[in-house]
């Protein structure tokens, strides 16, 4: 492999897992605003910072249990 492939395949790797990380946050964010009764600012900031945090716990697990 050369150098120029080698970036492109940790560039591609790194968009991939950005990409799923996203798409983990949106779903666990909707979901956040689907349960809650009221919408507000701080359940808005509070449910996307949780639902960030479970995101990266999720592509953690999926790659632990891809592993085996």
């Keep these: 492999m050369t150098r120029r492939t080698t970036l492109l395949h940790a560039l591609s790797d790194f968009l991939l897992a950005l990409f799923e990380v996203l798409a983990w946050w949106a779903v666990l964010a909707v979901l956040w605003l689907v349960l809650i009764s009221v919408v507000d600012a701080l359940e808005l900031v509070l449910g996307a910072a949780v639902a960030l945090v479970g995101a ?4 953690a697990a999926r ?3 891809g592993a085996r």
């Excluded at 990266?56 to 592509?59: H, L």
């Design 63 to 65: 790659r632990a249990v």
């Design 56 to 59: 990266v716990a999720a592509r």
